[in-house]
Every structure is written in C-alpha cells, then in structure tokens.
C-alpha cells in the first residue's frame, strides 16, 4: 500500500565504539488510518461518552506503543447492522475510498444475524434453525472479507467475533454457547482464507456471570465491557500478528552494549 502501518519501523544508522560497529535501530513513529465497519459494536451502543464504543479505548492502546504517532478511526459503525446489510455498504463510494486508503480494517458483524433467527423462529426456536443460517452467515463473512480485501490489497483485516446475548435478553438454552462458538468457528474459518486477516474472539469476555459488564439494555457492552473487546483487539493483534497483519518486519530499538 502506498503508506500501511507497514512504514512504521525504519533502521536509522549505525554507529561505532572502540574497533567494534553496532547497528542501532530507531523506531520512528507514524500515522495510521483504521477503518471501522459493522454494528452497534462498532458504533457504540451503551458507550456512556458517546465516542464510538471499543474505538477510544484502542485508540489509546496503539498510541501508547513508541512507533505509533497518531491513530485516526473513521466509524461506519450502524446499529442492527446484519452481514447482509453491512456487505453492500462497504460496496458504496464513501466507505470504498476510506478503505481504499486504510491501514488496518476493523469489522464486529455477526450479532444481529443471531437476532434475526430468534426473531423468525420464536415460536419453534431449535439448534436446527441456527445450524440453517450459519452457513449462509459463513458465506456472507467471506464475501465482505473479499470485497474489503478487493479495495485494498495490502490493509490489515481485523474479523472481532460474536458474543453470547441468549441469556441476557432472549432465552438461556442449554444449546446457546454451542450455537455462539460454532458461529465464531466459522468466522474463524473464513478470516483464515485472507492474507493479512485475524480473528479476535471476546466470546469468553461475556460469558455467564459478566452482568457488570453489560449496558442497561443487558445486550450491549457498557463502559467496561468496550474497554475489555479493546484490550481484546489489541493483545491479539500486537507484536508478530501486527507484523502478519501489515505485511511487514517489525524493528525495534536494539539496546545492545556498547
């Protein structure tokens, strides 16, 4: 890409002592753009300052790294977003030319695909009838996953997984975290397919038991729960998955002896 997180370590010179040369590498810090995209995750739902849910929390987490200057988000996010929905916007002019210029694109999606099967099937609710959608979400996921990768070649792809939402505002089943772990699965799977894609799972952030870190809704994150996907996102991404992800060598500072 023409300026990826890629450019972010540069060997700066080489200096001597007594007889012996000794290479000293500088990181000099960047700018990075991250593009956002997905669902209310993404724009924050249950975010009490209004600031785009996990983006200010891993704003803050990157920036604190020496070669990282300064992180700058755009945020797509749209709640109810489902995969299908999301798959055309990313096709639309605006959201095209920002991923078009990305270092990195962020995607939650998947959570309001779930919904949707409660919601048509209330009545007669069975593992069946997540097992039916999985695939055609599975298919949906790749799709998204190509179309960012068509209008950016070189961007690193951050896939964030789905958490478990039966207990909270539908209904507890004994089949609800086999159905939320099968659907990160595939997830999982699909970001696999694509250089330079991960995967980050929080389906253990909310598990039974993490009421505190629940929006008043009891669906969405709050406060806490955000800053929990963004340390998340980045202990997953950090060190050699970053490396994986913008497709470049990672130098930093040698403090060798003199």
């Avoid at 250089?195 to 909310?206: A, L, P, Y």
């Amino acid at each position: 890409m023409k300026r990826t997180l890629a450019g972010l370590f540069l060997v700066a010179s080489m200096t001597g002592c007594g007889n012996t040369a000794e290479e000293t590498v500088v990181p000099v810090p960047q700018n990075i753009k991250i593009v956002s995209v997905g669902d209310s995750l993404t724009e924050g739902v249950g975010d009490s300052t209004g600031s785009g849910g996990y983006v200010p929390y891993l704003e803050r987490k990157l920036e604190s790294l020496h070669e990282i200057k300064d992180v700058k988000f755009s945020n797509y996010g749209k709640k109810g977003n489902r995969t299908d929905q999301l798959l055309k916007e990313v096709q639309k002019d605006e959201m095209k030319a920002d991923i078009a210029e990305a270092d990195i694109v962020m995607i939650t999606i998947g959570g309001n695909d779930v919904v949707k099967v409660v919601k048509e099937n209330w009545s007669h609710l069975t593992i069946d009838n997540f097992e039916e959608e999985e695939a055609g979400y599975g298919k949906r996921i790749r799709a998204i996953l190509a179309e960012i990768r068509k209008q950016n070649e070189d961007a690193g792809i951050v896939l964030v997984g789905i958490y478990n939402p039966f207990g909270k505002i539908f209904v507890e089943t004994e089949d609800d975290e086999e159905i939320i772990s099968s659907w990160n699965e595939t997830g999982k799977l699909a970001a696999a397919r694509f250089d330079r894609t991960t995967f980050v799972s929080i389906e253990n952030i909310f598990s039974k038991g993490s009421e505190e870190l629940f929006f008043e809704d009891q669906f969405h994150p709050n406060d806490l729960g955000y800053k929990q996907i963004a340390d998340r996102i980045f202990d997953t991404i950090k060190g050699e998955e970053l490396e994986q992800l913008t497709n470049q060598k990672m130098v930093f500072t040698n403090e060798g002896s003199h």
